[in-house]
């Protein structure tokens, strides 16, 4: 969790929450690093967690492996899924030095319980991060 935790400090969707959401957060959270080229998911999987990249970066690809760019630190996927559950639209895949906190859906929404606040802050600060990210892929334009 020691590791989790800082990462979590580190990244700017976690900039002003109270160190003890934080520290909540990071009790159910695991610190993935995979090695390059490795599949993070699938689309068409059903979304079960939420990913904070850390470092490095995940190519993000359709279906149909038409190339959408690259997210990177500081950045979130499936952040959407707190609000409706759903299946991934596109695939991503690790890119080198990819290291990534994944936050278990069915977690979360326990520890949603017994906080709504922290909830409330997490979910208003995840729809800003979809924003950024896609305008970062391009995607704006799906939005309007």
Partial sequence: MADALALL???????????????????ISVVQRPAPGTAIFSAGAPNTAIYFITAGNVRIQTAAKVDLGALGPN??????????????????????????????LAKLQQLSKTSANLTSQLVFRLMRAFAVSSRALGLEQLFH
């Avoid at 690790?94 to 906190?101: F, M, T």
């Fill in 75 to 104: 950045e979130v996927l499936g952040g959407l899924s707190v609000l409706s559950p759903a299946k991934h639209a596109a695939d991503a895949t690790a890119g080198e030095g990819c290291e990534i906190v994944v936050v278990p």
């Fill in 9 to 27: 400090k580190a990244h700017k969707i976690f900039t002003g929450l109270q160190e003890a959401s934080v520290a909540a957060i990071a009790g």
